[in-house]
Structure formats: C-alpha cells, structure tokens
C-alpha cells in the first residue's frame, strides 16, 4: 500500500469528524462537485482546532493542500492558490501531488520546486514557556518544548491541558502567544514543567508525523554605530563657496549700515531708540559674515584632506 493509500485508510479510522471531513472534500472534488467540495473544505477548517485529540501534520497539509488545489480542478488559476501549495509543504514537506484529482505535469513539476524552496522559510520561535506546569504543547501535531521553532506560514496550534481538555487554533507565530492561556482552567506553574518523554517518541515513524522543531537562537541585538555621512569634495567645495559669498555679502552690507551709522548728517536718524536698532542690525550683519567664513573655511578644509567627516 503507498503513501496516499495509508494516509485514505487512516481518514477513514480517524474518530475525529473534522479529518473524515477532509476526506469528503477529497471525493468532493474527485467528483468535481464544486458547491459539496468548498463547503466541506470550510467545515474542515473551521473545527480542526476543535478536535479533542492532537491532529498530525499530515491532516493540516491535506487541508491547505485541497484548499490551494480546488480552485484549479474548477478551472481557475490564481497566484494566491500557489501559497496554500507551500504553507502545506512547509507544515507536511513529504506530501505528495494527488494525480488522482489533477495529473498534469507542469503544475506537478512547480509542486516538486516548491517543495525545495519551503525548506529556504525563516524559522519562528514558537515561544513554549519554561514554566507551564504539565501543559503540553503542540504545533501541527508534534510536541514543542522552550527554546524551538518552526518554519514560518500558518500552523495548527493545540495543547494538551492537565486534565486532558485539548484546546487548538490557528496561529503564525508572527505575534506574541501565552500558550498558558489556551486551557480553560488556570494552570498551576509550580508543577515541574519536564513532562516524562516517552523512550519510542524518537522512533516515530508514522507516515503522518510532521518534521521534528528546529532548534531556536535568538537573534543578536543590533549594535548601534556611528553614523557615518560621505560628501563628494565637489559639494564641499560648493558649500565652501556659497558660504563665503553669503560671508562676504553681509560684511558689505554691515559696512554700509556702519556708515549710515556714522553719517551725522543723516536727518532720518533723529532718536536713541533708531541709533540703537541700526547699531544692533550692523552687529547681526557682522555676526553673520563672522559665522559664514567660518563655516566656510572649514568645509574648504574638509574638502582638501579627505572629502568626508
């Protein structure tokens, strides 16, 4: 019996109505009856993470499998489609391509690339908490543990709570998750968090089994350096210029105001009060001239020894 044969026999078995569902939806489109085939598909989605006992890897990337493939039986072809494509792949990376429901070659050929482009998906911590009690934790069927992570996209989340309550939902890990959060009663963390490993978990080798948690390192923190800013010499010596014509400029002009200052005879300067504005605008003038050939001696200089600062 092949792959897909066990994995049809193991729907049928299957006590869980959401994965019989899926199985449905299978025929469904196998009959190309589009209306049964949706309907069974949303059902599908909408009660596995209600299932009351942990769902395998291999049923989640059924779903998202047929939910990517039926728009094609029905005769669309949508870019959209080809991500459920690789969100199953990345959840189940040994499915394999129903020719039963769909047998043409250049869409199995682009399922086979995706199939190696999915082992490329960034890693995401899965965030399992070091104090949790007995609460076990899964993602897409296979036990997480602190400090793990899987490949990025959509998964099934569920755990196992202390009095066998299962609890699931669907999650991405693209925001924080209190996996403590999920049973309905509150969980009691002074428990020993180190649940007993069953000696025969690492000789699993059910067909429907999901790839084993890559191990998670926390990025490094981003060192904050210095800001580094390069100018061309060409632009420093343009800065340079225009800095000393505008030095040059408002020194001429602090000169004729000083002049204007100093004409006795001038019958428009008549009071204190208009001395002394004319005596504060000649000083700004001068302020000016002073600062612009200082800013432009400097970037001359910058411009001669290295071009940058």
Request: charged letters at 25%.
């Amino acid at each position: 019996m092949g792959l897909l044969g066990i994995f049809i026999v193991t729907f049928q078995a299957f006590a869980g109505g959401s994965v019989e569902t899926i199985a449905a939806a299978r025929d469904a489109l196998k009959e190309r009856d589009a209306d049964r085939a949706y309907s069974l598909l949303a059902q599908a989605r909408q009660s596995l993470p209600n299932e009351d006992r942990i769902v395998d890897a291999a049923h989640v990337g059924q779903l998202f499998y047929m939910e990517g493939l039926a728009p094609r039986v029905f005769g669309a072809e949508r870019e959209r489609d080809l991500q459920k494509f690789r969100d199953a792949l990345s959840v189940y990376p040994i499915l394999q391509w129903d020719r039963e429901l769909i047998d043409e070659k250049p869409i199995r050929a682009y399922f086979e690339a995706l199939r190696a482009e999915v082992q490329q998906r960034v890693h995401q911590h899965t965030q399992v908490p070091e104090k949790r009690g007995s609460l076990k934790t899964f993602v897409d069927g296979v036990e997480h543990k602190p400090m793990e992570a899987v490949r990025s996209g959509p998964h099934l989340i569920q755990v196992q709570c202390p009095n066998g309550q299962v609890a699931g939902r669907w999650f991405d890990f693209d925001q924080d998750l209190d996996w403590t959060k999920m049973c309905a009663e509150p969980l009691d963390l002074t428990v020993s968090s180190e649940n007993e490993r069953d000696p025969m978990a690492d000789f699993d080798a059910s067909p429907l089994k999901g790839p084993d948690p890559f191990k998670w390192t926390p990025p490094e923190p981003k060192q904050r350096g210095k800001i580094r800013v390069q100018v061309s010499q060409k632009s420093l010596f343009i800065g340079a210029g225009v800095a000393g014509i505008v030095a040059v400029g408002t020194y001429a002009a602090a000169l004729a105001s000083r002049g204007k200052y100093d004409d006795l005879d001038d019958s428009d300067l008549r009071t204190e009060g208009q001395l002394d504005a004319l005596r504060g605008k000649t000083n700004t003038l001068v302020g000016v001239s002073i600062s612009s050939a200082a800013v432009g001696g400097g970037l001359a200089a910058a411009a001669i020894l290295k071009g940058k600062f």
